[in-house]
């Protein structure tokens, strides 16, 4: 079977011996196409992960080969996630799922970017649905990356009313906009790049260029009244001094994205505007089952959203997401 590997600072395509089952629980599953995430490209980049590493996770796949104890059989298509928390550590106890050990340790192997992959029986016990027909293997990709948009627009605890600013409106921040949307909020965004602002307002998220700071944070305050928290999807430093410019008194900052600089908020506006910036990192299976209903229910909508590569040009697919030529990749396996 093909698998892409990170081989230094390409990823390359190689053939390597098929997996199989070889007793296991779980299922070996012929992989149609796996979306290329931001993480993704983290990991390489910034060279977190080990030559030989097949990344990727936002798998739609058919089962090949399967002994399991749930419903699923061959011949199935469905999505996963990749990762399950244990539910009981002091982590999982404290709602902070993607800290967890076990969650960190699961994972579907080797890694999406591969003509085949194994899914364990806990993978299909927890966090893998079967598509349903009208959706297209595009749509559905997007389960793992809305679910991390779920978990995030939970843990603000939002109430009744409240206006949302999401800050960067790429192929996440959109996706964020659309969940906040469908969960019952209002939603602003703001971006540098006007065909990503088309997009938003196409969406439903009312966007506008923050470029003017100045300018931008007088627009959002006349049409919000004030903003209740602010979504940080985009990776740039810049993106922080939006956020403490607009967020109102008592206000939310939902750190999303690493940013280069990795600098914070200061001490004081914390303080004196008693702020609460909190993280938020990768979903639990029950954020994925909300993520899985959003988008079959069609209350999220994706389509367009993505640009399709071949495995062959999976590097190129990492490049031209990196240099904002597309919004979301998705690599189209077999
Ligand atoms: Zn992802
Ligand atoms: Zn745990």
Redesign the pocket.
């Known amino acids: 079977m093909k698998t892409a590997q990170v081989e230094n600072d390409k990823i390359v395509v190689k053939e390597v011996e098929d997996i199989k089952l070889d007793g296991r629980k779980g299922a070996i599953v012929r992989v149609l196409g796996c979306g290329l995430c931001g993480s993704d490209i983290v990991k390489f980049r910034e060279k977190i992960v080990h030559n030989g590493a097949v990344l990727g996770h936002e798998i739609v796949a058919v089962i090949d080969e399967i002994d399991s104890d749930t419903g699923f059989k061959k011949g199935d298509k469905i999505v996963t996630s990749h990762h399950i928390?244990?539910?009981?550590?002091?982590?999982?106890r404290h709602g902070n799922?993607s800290m967890?050990?076990?969650?960190k340790s699961t994972n579907i192997r080797p890694g999406g970017f591969s003509e085949k992959v194994y899914v364990s029986e806990e993978h299909l016990k927890n966090v893998a649905y079967n598509i349903p027909e009208d959706m297209t293997e595009e749509e559905i990709s997007f389960y793992e990356p809305l679910g991390c948009c779920v978990r995030a627009i939970k843990r603000c605890n939002l109430i009744e009313g409240d206006k949302v600013l999401v800050i960067g409106l790429g192929s996440i921040g959109l996706l964020m906009g659309e969940g906040i949307k469908a969960m019952g909020y209002k939603v602003y965004g703001c971006d540098l790049i006007e065909d990503r602002i088309a997009l938003g307002n196409k969406l439903g998220i009312e966007a506008y260029n923050s470029l003017n700071l100045d300018e931008f944070d007088r627009i959002i305050q006349e049409k919000s009244g004030g903003i209740d928290a602010v979504f940080m999807t985009s990776g740039a430093d810049k993106a922080l001094d939006v956020a403490l410019k607009v967020v109102k008194k008592g206000g939310k900052i939902l750190v999303f994205s690493s940013t280069p600089r990795n600098t914070g908020y200061p001490n004081n506006e914390i303080y004196y505007k008693e702020l609460t910036v909190l993280g938020s990192y990768s979903p639990s299976p029950k954020d994925l089952r909300d993520s899985f209903d959003l988008l079959v229910s069609h209350r999220v909508n994706v389509k367009g959203l993505t640009t399709v590569y071949p495995l062959e040009r999976v590097q190129q697919a990492f490049e031209d997401t990196v240099a904002n030529k597309i919004l979301k990749a998705y690599i189209k396996i077999s």
């Open positions: 928390p244990c539910g009981e550590c002091d982590y999982c799922v967890c050990e076990h969650f």
